[in-house]
């Protein structure tokens, strides 16, 4: 796909039918669908008594990317640290 399609069809995405605000937003776009999932989520989630937390390192030697950290504990100790929690059930 060259970028002008690529571009073409990105300018016709919409997630939102929200008028623009008066301040600058970053995450304009996103918001009615953030809310959207949280409504959707606080209806029909219903949480377990276990849940697990996985911790995991990505390997980046760039220490300007982003969220860059140093963790010694680690066996690969530079790079991003990500975590995730998901319920038990």
């Given amino acids: 796909m060259s970028l002008t399609h690529f571009n073409f069809i990105d300018g016709a995405i919409h997630y ?3 008028p623009y605000p008066e301040f600058q937003d970053k995450f304009y776009n996103v918001c009615q669908m953030i809310d959207g999932f949280n409504w959707h ?6 949480p ?9 390192m ?4 760039n220490k300007y990317c982003p969220k860059f950290m140093v963790v010694v504990c680690k ?9 995730s929690i998901a319920d038990g059930d």
């Fill in 16 to 18: 939102t039918d929200k």
């Fill in 41 to 46: 989520m606080a209806d029909n989630y219903f």
């Fill in 48 to 56: 377990f008594w276990l849940n697990c937390l996985h911790e995991s």
């Fill in 58 to 61: 990505n390997t980046c030697l």
């Fill in 75 to 83: 066996p690969h100790p530079f790079g991003n640290k990500y975590q």
